[in-house]
C-alpha cells in the first residue's frame, strides 16, 4: 500500500510571497487565488476545488463576506469570512476571466471539455509542487500544505489553540498542534534549550 509522505507548513513569510509573485508573473491567477484561499481560509484542497462563483459572489457580482461551505470529510457546515489577500485574488482572477456563470466551478479543469468539473487534487498538488520547488521550499509539500500553513501562522500570530482547532474542526488541541508542526518544533527548541 502507497503511504502518502508527511506534508509541512510554509513557515517562511517570503517564501510564500514569493509563490504567490511567481504565479502573478506567470499569469496564474486561478492557481494564485486556489493558494492563497488555502493559507487564508484553512478549507482542506477537497472543499476549495469545489467552489463555485455563486459561492463566493452575490448576484450582481459583488464579493461575498462571507463563504459557507460544507465540508467534504466532516460534513459541517463552515462559516468564514474573506480577508484582503483573498478578495484581491478574486478580482485578480475575475479580470482575467473572459466570461463565467455564477453556476460554474470556480477552478474549472483545462483540459479538453474540462470546464464541466473543476481541476483535480492530483493537477492542484502538481501546480503547489511546481510553484514551491521554484520558490526555493525545500520541504515536503502537498494540497494539505494550504490548510497546514494557515494554522501555524494562526497560531504564531496569537490564535488561541483551542480556537484553531475549532477553525480547523480537529478532536483535540493536541491534534492540531501535531497538526501545523508545532509540537516538533517545540520539542526541538526544547532539546535545544538544555546544553549541559
Known amino acids: 500500500m502507497l503511504k502518502m509522505r508527511e506534508v509541512s507548513p510554509i513557515k517562511d513569510v517570503e517564501k510564500i510571497r514569493d509563490v504567490k509573485n511567481l504565479m502573478v508573473d506567470h499569469g496564474d491567477f486561478r492557481d494564485l487565488l486556489i493558494f492563497t484561499l488555502g ?42 469570512p474573506l480577508n484582503d489577500a483573498v478578495i484581491d485574488s478574486i478580482k ?22 474540462g ?32 490548510r497546514k500553513t494557515f494554522g501555524y ?15 480547523l474542526n480537529h478532536s483535540s488541541p493536541k491534534i492540531t498542534l501535531r497538526y501545523i508542526g508545532i509540537e516538533r518544533e517545540e520539542m526541538n527548541e526544547r532539546y535545544k534549550s538544555v546544553n549541559l
Open 153 to 167: 501562522h494562526q497560531y504564531k500570530n496569537g490564535t488561541d489553540i483551542a480556537m484553531l482547532q475549532k477553525m
Open 39 to 80: 493559507i487564508n481560509a484553512g478549507l482542506r484542497i477537497s472543499d476549495i476545488l469545489k467552489l463555485k462563483w455563486e459561492d463566493v459572489l452575490y448576484e450582481n457580482g459583488k464579493i461575498r463576506e462571507e463563504v459557507l461551505v460544507k465540508e467534504k470529510k466532516t460534513g459541517k457546515t463552515k462559516k468564514f
Open 92 to 113: 485578480a482572477y475575475i479580470k482575467k476571466m473572459q466570461s463565467f456563470e455564477m453556476e460554474d466551478w470556480i477552478f474549472p479543469s483545462r483540459k479538453k471539455n
Open 115 to 146: 470546464g464541466l468539473k473543476p481541476i483535480s487534487r492530483i493537477a492542484a498538488w502538481q501546480m503547489i509542487n511546481k510553484y514551491c520547488k521554484s520558490a526555493g521550499i525545500k520541504e515536503n509539500v502537498g494540497t494539505h500544505t494550504l
